[in-house]
């Protein structure tokens, strides 16, 4: 449990009017019919109203929404902040979210003896396997029964879910003089840079030759597929059943939404959002948004 005083200094907040003292035990939608007295939630501006329907608790919300109903609801505490979603997540990462352990290793981890890595800072779970001439960045955690395929290069602050091939042989064949199909030998590797998350069930493949490459804080969501070769830009999302094909080249800021599919060697441009279940088959631009089979762009609203 804890006191409101400890959530105004973790926001840096300046107020007199909060009781510094009143006692927080969990985190609740406002929405819940269990949301009372030791219940913190956030609301967004276009929930406010739904303020007027608690008869207890204490909400962050932005100062525009703290101006116009601090008057009306007088049985709820509501904290002021810039960006209420924000200040919330902190506040769940510092005093409710379980805390990874770190320096952890389970014994059923298979850890080749040329992965370079700190024993003190990783957390891997069980049945893990890190194959040879990978390298492991400080604070990686890799989750239950997870591949890294030999010398994949894994930056700091990384989380790997469950489930996982990462660097992996893609799919790539050449026909031979029969007119065979022979699998083209795979000698790159993967690299994902530092801050980079994946979720669970995701396969990135790697490169034929060079890297498959996920730079800073790029995000992949369960259920991905990322292909051989493929380059993704920093601080992009790539969401659940999304299929991103080999050698695809996606900028920074780049959102591409749930069952989504791109279709190989195509350039997404930064700042551009993929629509649900999209197929892409032409080069996406700049700051521009496609949608449906196949994608067309879209005017932002």
């Not at 949301?35 to 008869?55: H, I, P, Y």
């Not at 962050?60 to 007088?74: A, D, K, L």
């Not at 919330?88 to 389970?106: N, S, T």
């Amino acid at each position: 449990m804890i006191v409101l005083s400890q959530i105004v200094e973790l926001l840096n907040l300046q107020t007199s009017t909060l009781n510094s003292t009143q006692e927080i035990s969990h985190v609740r939608s406002i929405t819940d019919a269990d949301f009372d007295q030791k219940s913190l939630g956030w609301c967004s501006d276009k929930n406010a109203e739904l303020l007027t329907t608690l008869n207890e608790g204490i909400v962050i919300v932005s100062f525009e929404t703290y101006n116009q109903f601090q008057n009306q609801v007088h049985q709820i505490s509501l904290i002021p902040v810039e960006k209420p979603r924000s200040a919330f997540l902190q506040v769940l990462r510092e005093f409710f979210a379980e805390k990874p352990q770190v320096g952890f290793i389970h014994p059923s981890a298979i850890i080749d003896s040329s992965v370079i890595f700190n024993h003190n800072t990783v957390n891997i779970a069980a049945n893990v396997v890190v194959e040879k001439e990978c390298i492991l960045g400080n604070h990686v955690s890799i989750g239950a029964n997870t591949v890294i395929k030999s010398r994949t290069i894994i930056g700091d602050n990384c989380s790997i879910g469950s489930n996982n091939t990462i660097g992996g042989v893609g799919f790539g064949y050449e026909l031979n003089d029969e007119n065979e199909y022979e699998l083209m030998p795979h000698i790159g590797n993967v690299v994902l840079k530092n801050g980079v998350e994946i979720g669970n069930n995701v396969c990135i493949d790697r490169a034929v030759m060079g890297s498959t490459l996920l730079e800073e804080n790029v995000k992949v969501d369960n259920l991905v597929h990322i292909a051989h070769g493929v380059k993704i830009g920093k601080n992009s999302l790539i969401i659940a059943n999304a299929m991103i094909a080999g050698s695809v080249e996606i900028g920074k800021n780049v959102w591409v939404s749930p069952s989504a599919s791109v279709r190989q060697k195509l350039i997404i441009e930064d700042n551009s959002l993929i629509g649900l279940g999209s197929v892409v088959v032409k080069n996406v631009s700049a700051n521009s948004v496609v949608a449906g089979n196949p994608a067309k762009p879209f005017e932002k609203k």
